[in-house]
């Protein structure tokens, strides 16, 4: 369980670390605010589907344990 929870945070990190690549490309005029907020909803459906994987590990993983 504490891994999973470690790949979420490791998840979150990662998206905090796009936003702010992203954010800064705008800033320096090399894309536009529309390309900045595109960019921005694709990394946190990314997010989100990476921690909707790792939620379903997790319960698979759970469920395997409790079959022993």
Do not use: F, P, W, Y
């Not at 998206?15 to 005029?29: E, I, P, T, Y």
């Not at 390309?35 to 997790?58: C, N, W, Y």
Request: hydrophobic share 30%.
């Amino acid at each position: 369980h504490q891994l999973g929870e470690n790949a979420k945070v490791s998840a979150r990190n990662s998206r905090r670390d796009a936003n702010a690549m992203v954010k800064a490309l705008q800033k320096d005029g090399d894309i536009s605010e529309d390309g900045r907020d595109r960019s921005l909803k694709k990394v946190q459906e990314m997010t989100d589907q990476a921690t909707a994987h790792i939620d379903e590990v997790i319960t698979r993983k759970e469920g395997e344990l409790l079959e022993i």
